[in-house]
């Protein structure tokens, strides 16, 4: 499956930005789904994940209340809206997909990656 995850940009703290990612290759229904982000000089840390179905979600403490994924598999889309945005939210966001058989939030777990977009939150 291919991963293409154009969007970002530069925005006020506060502001909100909604990130999409386009599955091609085989159905995003296969899979599920997650984000990463990225910091400078920092490790890829997990953001939130989404079930095949869409009815489950994970999130970490970190952006839990201000950010929601969300997916449409007839489009083989996948979504995060980030709302109250920090400067801390700033970091290259990745999307990713994984099929194994139970969620995990480690980069291992993901076999599939997006290029990266860059998001950028100024105080």
């Known amino acids: 499956v291919q991963l293409q995850a154009p969007g970002g940009g530069l925005v006020q703290a506060g502001a909100s930005l909604r990130l999409s990612c386009a599955t091609s290759?085989?159905?995003?229904?296969?899979?599920?789904m997650a984000w990463f982000r990225q910091a400078p000089g920092k490790e890829r840390d997990f953001v939130a994940l989404?079930?095949?179905?869409?009815?489950?979600?994970i999130y970490a403490d970190s952006v839990k209340g201000r950010f929601t994924i969300s997916r449409d598999n007839a489009k083989n889309m996948v979504y995060l809206q980030m709302n109250s945005l920090k400067p801390e939210d700033t970091a290259v966001y990745y999307c990713?997909?994984?099929?194994?058989?139970?969620?995990?939030?480690?980069?291992?777990?993901?076999?599939?990656w997006g290029q990266g977009t860059q998001v950028t939150v100024s105080s």
């Open positions: 990713a997909a994984s099929n194994f058989p139970y969620s995990t939030t480690s980069v291992t777990g993901y076999g599939y």
């Open positions: 290759g085989r159905t995003s229904s296969d899979y599920r």
């Open positions: 989404i079930s095949w179905s869409g009815g489950s979600t």
